[in-house]
Structure formats: C-alpha cells, structure tokens
C-alpha cells in the first residue's frame, strides 16, 4: 500500500491567479497520477508525472496551464495556473503500487475559484 | 472509443443484498478494480479481477466475465456505513485506468 499526503486539502481562490498542490508519498514510485473529478462525475486524468522527464498530459490538458513537477520519487507538485470559475473541481493524486497494481490516492483538493 | 457503465444511483435497505452493475468497453484488458468513495473523500481499493469468477472479500463480492465485458460488485449485510458511490475502473492495453462515473448507494434504514 502507499499513504499519500496531499495538500491544501480546500482552498477558495480568486480567477486569475494560481494555486499549486503538493503530493508526498511515504514510498518510492516510478509515476504519479494527477485526476480531476468533477462533483457527481467519472476521475479524469490531467497527467501522468516521471521522476527526472516531463510530465504526460492527456488529450484536453496542457503543460501551460497544469504544470507539474516531479523533484524525485516521493514528491510532486500540480500548479492550476491563471484560473477560472471552470476549474473548481476536486484534483488528486494518485498512485499504483500493491499486489495488483491498485491505485492509492492523496486525500484530494477541493478547488473553488470565484 | 473506451467507456465503461454504471448506473448512476441506487437505493437499498439496511441489512439486505446489493449489486452494482458494470459493462465495459476498453482497447485491452488488464484487470478490472472496484473502489469506495465517500462524499469528500477520495477513492479507496475495494476489489480487483483479472480472471473470470467471483472474488469473495468479506461482505464484498466482485465478479467477472471477460467475454460479455461485465462485472458486479454485490454488498450483502448492508450497513448504514455503505452509503458511498462506488467506482468500477479498468486497465486497459496501456495499463492506463479507465473509471466510470461511479454509482451513488443510498442506504435507508
């Protein structure tokens, strides 16, 4: 298993501005998952991050707008950067480690933007 | 494209037997995992099938066949606590996860 500790745990933002959310693994892992889950709705993944490369982004998501880092095998930032009213959603991290492969999760950020 | 289905919300009574329902369409198939979510919280791993058949863990029971592209979580002795949306999520050819939307468990006393 994998503890994840992940943090703001909420926080209220004004459009235009920035927030970056932190992820701190209790273990080493190759990949770091960033979702975001939209209330009612199915995870989305914004991006797959590599220790030492650049982060993956998935089709719908750019590094400019989520940049990501990937400092080394337990750590790794998402920046939501210039904000809207349309990025207010729960972002998390994520990991696969265990037997099958499970996906372990941080606790997860509850964004605002207003 | 890639899809997987749940149905959206289910009600059931405290003490009795549920299942939640899930088909899929994936390119590839690594495995297929089932997860609780609790309102504001984040998933946690329920349940994992790679082979056909049922997996027996406690009260929770998920099944699995590869050819009809379906499994079901089934939650006996339901408890108030159960109230959560379960996620059904798949590994696809790039053992890449595929989730669905989740299905809301109301229980009622």
């Known amino acids: 298993s994998a503890v994840i500790s992940q943090k703001p745990s909420r926080d209220i933002c004004q459009r235009g501005t920035s927030l970056t959310i932190q992820c701190q693994v209790d273990?080493?892992?190759?990949?770091m998952f960033w979702y975001r889950q939209q209330p009612g709705q199915s995870l989305t993944l914004i991006a797959t991050?590599?220790?030492?490369?650049?982060?993956?982004?998935e089709s719908g998501f750019v590094i400019d707008k989520f940049p990501i880092s990937r400092p080394n095998l337990t750590f790794s930032t998402l920046t939501v950067s210039n904000m809207s009213p349309e990025d207010s959603s729960i972002y998390l991290c994520?990991?696969?480690?265990?037997?099958?492969?499970?996906?372990?999760f941080g606790q997860g950020t509850r964004l605002t933007v207003v | 494209g890639q899809n997987i289905d749940q149905p959206t919300e289910m009600t059931a009574t405290e003490g009795a037997i549920v299942q939640i329902n899930c088909t899929y369409q994936?390119?590839?198939?690594?495995?297929l995992f089932w997860y609780q979510q609790h309102a504001g919280e984040a998933p946690t791993f329920l349940s994992y099938?790679?082979l056909d058949g049922l997996e027996e863990k406690g009260r929770f029971s998920s099944f699995l066949s590869r050819s009809k592209g379906y499994s079901y979580l089934l939650l006996k002795e339901l408890q108030m606590k159960d109230s959560a949306s379960y996620l059904c999520?798949?590994?696809?050819?790039?053992?890449?996860?595929?989730w669905g939307a989740g299905t809301k468990l109301i229980i009622k006393p």
């Open positions: 994520s990991v696969s480690v265990g037997e099958h492969a499970e996906a372990f």
């Open positions: 273990s080493q892992v190759t990949m």
């Open positions: 991050a590599n220790q030492g490369s650049e982060a993956t982004y």
């Open positions: 994936t390119s590839g198939f690594n495995g």
């Open positions: 099938n790679v």
């Open positions: 999520a798949v590994l696809d050819s790039n053992y890449q996860l595929i």
